[in-house]
């Protein structure tokens, strides 16, 4: 099994549910050993022991890739704020030429993006995504960045582009406005890991050939260029159909029954609480894996659920279970049974325990 970083997929979904989808079918083997021949011919030409810069990184290898994967038509440097040079994202990704003849045809650079199917900001080789480098003119995080770029760029197209691309060469990432939460649902791949760069073979986790060859095809299926665009038949892109696979949640439904009853020892508790104002409910006549069980299942599908730890010998339950691993009733009078512990003897108990 092949370990994704970001929550935008699951990895269940990454490594079997992808396998189902046409669009998996699509790509023959012939297109990936030609990827697969380009991008080694790309990063062999890249210096990956040394130190390259970002203006380097950029140009010997980030948009070279960005061909390998179809991406041939595109601005660079445009300007996302009427006034200063604040907001101005490494590249705009257009479908075809016409697309971006339009966008030339708009006098101003942050209206060209409303043309565009995604955005590219690129940082130097081995640069940390998720915090700031220490080093001169590198004092924001690069994923802070483009959180700032796909806010703006959202209002300026009114919700028309919403995709963007973070890479340092080695580690690509894709991130998605429309997510719950946009820091954390991203989807991240280790290109260079799956390419067995030195370096970046991963040691003891070093993939298999077998493994190599799904995560290739994984990485051209999402960061792709016909991932990002309709067919005739259906005007929804890979991306969008993706995210409405049952399972590319973090918490799967089929899983959730396995939680209830782990939780409370075996028994059956009925649908799994989350919180007072959240608590599920079955409703009549609904299946086992239907979404009408859960209120507010698609809000919090891709939430972890919450723990309660009470002490080093008990197993942390979910909110919503007793102390005794029964379902908790609602708040007031009726919540304490006669004799049960208030919260001070309970307190010791656990300490008596420990």
């Known amino acids: 099994m092949v370990e994704f970083q970001g929550s935008l997929f699951s990895n269940d979904f990454l490594n079997e549910s992808i396998t189902r989808l046409p669009d998996w079918a699509a790509v023959n083997s012939g297109d990936m050993e030609t990827l697969h021949r380009k991008l080694n011919k790309i990063f062999d030409s890249f210096p990956t022991d040394k130190t390259p810069n970002e203006a380097q990184t950029e140009d010997d290898l980030i948009w070279k890739v960005l061909s390998a994967l179809g991406w041939t038509v595109f601005l660079r440097q445009q300007n996302l704020a009427p006034k200063g040079r604040d907001d101005v994202p490494d590249g705009l990704l257009f479908e075809d030429d016409a697309a971006k003849t339009q966008a030339n045809k708009t006098p101003k650079e942050w209206r060209r993006y409303e043309f565009g199917l995604a955005i590219v900001e690129s940082k130097r080789w081995n640069r940390p995504l998720d915090r700031r480098s220490g080093q001169q003119g590198e004092d924001t995080a690069p994923s802070t960045q483009m959180l700032r770029y796909l806010r703006r760029v959202e209002d300026l197209t009114t919700g028309k582009l919403r995709w963007g691309i973070l890479t340092n060469g080695g580690k690509w990432r894709l991130y998605y406005s429309g997510a719950r939460s946009v820091a954390e649902q991203f989807f991240e791949i ?7 760069i030195e370096g ?28 990002f665009i309709g067919t005739v038949s259906d005007p929804r892109t890979f991306h969008q159909r993706a995210l409405e696979e049952p399972d590319r949640g973090l918490v799967q439904r089929q899983e959730l029954p396995h939680l209830e009853r782990h939780a409370s020892g075996g028994r059956d508790l009925g649908p799994l609480r989350t919180g007072r104002r959240h608590r599920a409910r079955a409703t009549k006549g609904g299946s086992a894996g239907d979404d009408r069980r859960f209120r507010g299942a698609r809000q919090h599908a891709g939430r972890r659920p919450r723990l309660l730890h009470r002490s080093p010998r008990v197993r942390p339950l979910p909110v919503g279970l007793d102390h005794r691993g029964r379902a908790a009733t609602d708040r007031g009078s009726r919540s304490r049974r006669r004799g049960a512990p208030g919260r001070d003897r309970a307190g010791r108990a656990r300490l008596a325990c420990g």
């Open 190 to 196: 280790d290109l260079a890991h799956v390419l067995g």
């Open 200 to 227: 970046h073979k991963g040691g003891l986790f070093a993939l298999d050939d077998k493994q190599r060859a799904h995560a290739l095809r994984v990485f051209y299926l999402i960061f792709g260029r016909r991932a």
